[in-house]
């Protein structure tokens, strides 16, 4: 997190159109530099310009699919570190064949979806489950291992208790909030935040992704904390943002609640 | 409203890009859970997996408004209400003749616009005028009664006043507050909260409708009532949103001010 | 500004998607009416019910590029004041190419954009560099000159202290606060104020711009006056949006902090 807010890095986000505002504002929260750009003809430049990048399926068009692809393939031959959202891809043949391709082709350094997203991706076939099921417990475990396995990334599977882990070593998370289910965008934000912390920490990613997975943890309890009467869901959302513009590493360090699975 | 709580139905939501996270929000707001697909190759997958549909006409592009017709065509074979927002159609020949197409191809369960849109759509012809523009009054009354009956749609004409008719009983709604009128995508996010309450009640589409506008101007008025000094249209954005998240029926049963015409 | 209240004139604003919701709602603090359009089927035919065009290089993609050029095109025909917003140039040779034939092409009214994009555009080739950087100070001001005696168009150059110039007088302006940066969108937000004051105030293009940067510092002054302990950039850009809000001409004339150079 010092490394951060220091290095202050450069990361392209590709994220879908319903959440790209609150994954800027967070990027710039945290101390990193948002660039977003889903064109082919500009991914892949715009990727070479930056110290991370992260892909979200969401809303998903050919061309935004395109962009992607090229910017994760620039991405893998330049060193830089990706992190792929699965978005809804249990849901839609194109965002799964999506994912696919790009999993065959290159090698993400984080991987973050909820149960059923990474369930699906895990099994590669379309489930018919939504974006917000999460099959959690014992099996979200597996899934996640076996996925970090098959794949080379760290996987964060978010939900009632966040796991994240590299295939060998596994951490649950137990920081967050269950009003952050109710923010469009709130897993969204979470990637843009691990692109943060792996662009400022390539060389530790299984670190990095659970300091990200921790802050954005302890950013929702903040959030709530701050929460006033009569104040929703839309409140909730600028105060989980305020969180992270405020939280500064002796709080990570106090009020991170993880543990190493088995 | 209590059907909506219970069931958190799976709303499909083709939201233009301008107001898709206020959209997106608003439905988690309302207990619903949104999700938002816009691409004609994954449209009609996603609407099907979705117990209701909303689609907007702004900030089209051909690809998009073959997705809305593939979704909105899918949604009619299934039985999935599904709402037309037909932003702006009175000053685009491109947007009016997708609404055109898409009406002449499906029913919807309901037509959401201000007045000058709803005219436009009912002369199906281009009138020059814009968005926000209402021809309200007497003529609205006719409007909507005359584009529920050619439609088959509960049709709502938003504007100082609001009517909703099934093109045989007409309710005014005399809830709301003028300052809906300064956020932008105030309309589409009555149309997503349309698309909700349809969604929990498929088979009571006028009343569903009438709760729905109900609600949404009720939560106008509170939302007015929390601005504080000093404070503008960005605030009172997220206090709408606030509103629909903290609203309970008992709230919906006393505050709501509707008559029927006549 | 009083123009502005008075006139409330329709602008036409082909935004980015990572800032359309902000600067749908700067567009309706300020008085303004914003209509969002992007397609070449449609955007001239919007532009032309229209009093002002602002159009960001943002998440291009060749389809909204082409909307782009042919509503400034339609803008050029008609006498509207059209503003140009050349996110990123600097760092992708597709918005540098749009940004080359627009200008071309057509004259804009006013340009803005920081130092590393003006540079860029002035120069007309790439430079490598990305979004947030300035090159300001006396370079600033040689290349804001440049530009606008080369294009005809007034030029805005944000950073530390702003510019604003028609190539023969020049303003500095010293409003603003340093936290305007971290908002995602600040700057597409000034543009499109920018586009309002012009539409407001075709003839007087000079005074129409500097009074709008003037207004968008006094504003970003407001904000973080505003900003109670525990916020961040979230609640800043709320506080941002409400200022325009409630900024009256006086607060205006009597917080405004310009020089003329030299």
Known sequence: M?????AQPRVHCIANYVTA????????????SPIM??????????????????????????????G?????????????????????VGASSLRMEAAQRML??????????????????????????????AAQGADGLETALQLARCTGAVVILTGKRDIVTDGRTAYRVSNGHEMMRLVT????????????YLAANPDRPLEAALAAVCAMGICGERAHAHLACGEGN?????????????????????EARYAVYG
């Open 185 to 196: 965008g709130a897993g969204c934000m979470l990637t843009a935040l691990v692109g943060a």
């Open 104 to 133: 065959d082709e290159s090698r993400f350094a984080a991987i973050r979806g909820n149960g059923a997203e990474l369930a699906a991706l895990s099994e590669r076939a379309l489930n018919g489950a939504g974006i917000d099921d």
């Open 21 to 32: 505002n609150d994954c800027a504002n967070l990027l710039l929260a945290c101390g990193a």
């Open 68 to 88: 992607m692809r090229a910017a994760v393939r620039h991405a893998g031959e330049l060193g830089i570190p990706a992190v792929l959202d699965p978005v809804g």
């Open 37 to 66: 750009a889903d064109d082919p003809q500009e991914a892949a430049q715009i990727t070479s310009a930056c110290a991370g990048l992260t892909v979200s399926l969401g809303t998903p068009s050919a061309r935004r699919l395109e």
């Open 234 to 254: 839309a409140s909730y959302r600028n105060h989980l943002i305020d969180a992270v513009y405020t939280l500064v590493p002796q709080d990570l360090e106090r």
């Open 2 to 6: 010092e490394n951060l807010r220091t």
